[in-house]
């Protein structure tokens, strides 16, 4: 097991209202698990890769790669990794009145696991910021948890009538880790695979396959600029056929290699 933990420093704490203890990733392995009863803090969670579960208080969830989940201050937090499917994580923990006043005005009070809601973004700035510290840190990390539960809101609260393209970049969307047909897009908006493409691509200007193709090669490039993930792994986390097509196709569409990709930390 390893971890990459940064605490703030006290003058990061209370100013904006929001208090940060602690930020990090943690690459686990099968003994990993933590038990907060009556947590005296929140935690928010990114799974890059693996299994787990989690429990808050009697309710009971099953995070994988792409979720994210949220625990909230003052109930009963239990999570562990899976033995055979560990999980890579970035996460952050806070607690504060405004965390409190932001929950309750979006209305998140119950909202514990996200499948597929990609945080890793406004994790990764709260980690860069515990990691540098600086004055301006707490005000940075307040930000991005403010922009994170706004973010939150609007995927938990999407309108509930999609257009049939809408409903295809969802699908999409939440399926950057996996192959997806055009028969199985196809039976989603239950229309011909022809009328599937120019459904899509009318709205989009491209066709789904492309779409995904460029959304798993823009996941690519965040794995790789903030996991210790290896090529090998990104490209059988995205499921390419092997990491010396996932390399090629890489260097093709982005102009770099991955490897020095990684390296220049753009």
């Keep these: 097991m390893r971890e ?7 003058a990061a704490a209370g100013s904006f209202g929001l208090q940060f203890e602690m930020a990090g990733k943690s690459f686990c392995d099968g003994s990993y698990r933590i038990d907060r009863p009556r947590s005296a803090v929140s935690t928010i969670e990114y799974i890059v890769r693996g299994r787990g579960t989690v429990r808050i208080d ?6 994988n790669a792409g979720d994210t989940y949220f625990l909230h201050q003052g109930q009963d937090h239990l999570y562990f990794s899976d033995k055979d499917d560990p999980w890579v994580k970035i996460w952050v923990n806070v607690k504060g009145e405004l965390l409190t006043d932001l929950i309750r005005r979006y ?3 119950g909202c514990y696991h996200i499948p597929g ?14 990691q540098a510290g600086g004055d301006n840190s707490a005000l940075n990390c307040t930000l991005a948890v ?5 973010k939150l809101n609007e995927h938990l609260h ?5 257009s049939d393209a809408a409903k295809l970049k969802t699908y999409l969307d939440y399926r950057v880790s996996e192959n997806v047909s055009l028969s199985e897009l196809a039976a989603v908006v239950g229309k011909s695979e022809s009328q599937t493409i120019r459904l899509f691509k009318r709205q989009y200007g491209v066709t789904p396959y492309h779409y995904h193709l460029q959304l798993k090669l823009d996941f690519a490039q965040k794995l790789l600029r ?5 090529v090998r792994e990104v490209a059988a986390h995205l499921s390419f056929a092997d990491e010396f097509y996932f390399s090629n196709l890489f260097k093709k569409k982005v102009g770099i290699a991955p490897i020095h990709f990684r390296k220049m930390r753009l």
Excluded: C, W
């Excluded at 403010?146 to 706004?150: A, K, V």
């Design 4 to 10: 990459e933990i940064y605490a703030f420093r006290e």
């Design 58 to 63: 009697s309710k009971e969830f099953y995070p």
């Design 107 to 109: 209305g998140l009070e």
């Design 117 to 130: 809601f990609y945080s890793m973004d406004y994790l990764q700035r709260i980690v860069r910021n515990a």
């Design 146 to 150: 403010h922009e994170l539960i706004i």
């Design 158 to 162: 999407a309108p509930a009538i999609r």
């Design 226 to 230: 903030s996991t210790g993930m290896t």
